[in-house]
């Protein structure tokens, strides 16, 4: 396992929005390090189920080999991959969050975790999903 503590980004690839989501992720959540995922609108993407392969390859890889026990998926205020309202967004963002949070069962996300033989400990912990909006004015909040 690598030394630090991790987390996980699921965001869109806007360089806007990327040193507020791991400012925010590593204050607020006590971490040394954001392992980030970004693709275009990616809020819209998890939320329609659409093409998620990588993307959930790029998550076990995050939470399996950097112990990572928490997921923010985030969408953002003008948004070219995802060009919908806010209020849309924050609709997929909620989807996202209880799409991502199946993962674990679906896709066997954290299931290597005790490769020792289950008992490291935190071999047993869920893996907490967060969504995030960036508004306007580029600064992160917790919605789901
Ligand atoms: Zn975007």
Request: aromatic fraction near 4%.
């Amino acid at each position: 396992m690598a030394d630090g503590r991790f987390a996980t980004s699921i965001s869109c690839m806007d360089g806007r929005i990327q040193m507020v989501l791991n400012d925010w992720i590593r204050e607020n959540y006590r971490v040394d390090y954001v392992d980030t995922i970004t693709a275009p609108g990616v809020d819209g993407r998890v939320a329609r189920n659409d093409d998620l392969g990588k993307i959930i390859q790029m998550a076990r890889i995050s939470v399996e080999k950097h112990g990572s026990r928490l997921i923010v998926v985030s969408g953002h205020h003008d948004c070219a991959g995802n060009p919908v309202s806010a209020d849309e967004h924050k609709v997929h963002i909620r989807s996202a969050v209880d799409a991502i949070g199946a993962w674990e069962k679906e896709h066997g996300l954290a299931g290597a975790g005790g490769d020792g033989g289950g008992n490291d400990d935190d071999a047993g912990g869920r893996i907490e999903v967060a969504g995030v909006w960036v508004g306007e004015a580029w600064a992160a909040q917790r919605i789901a």
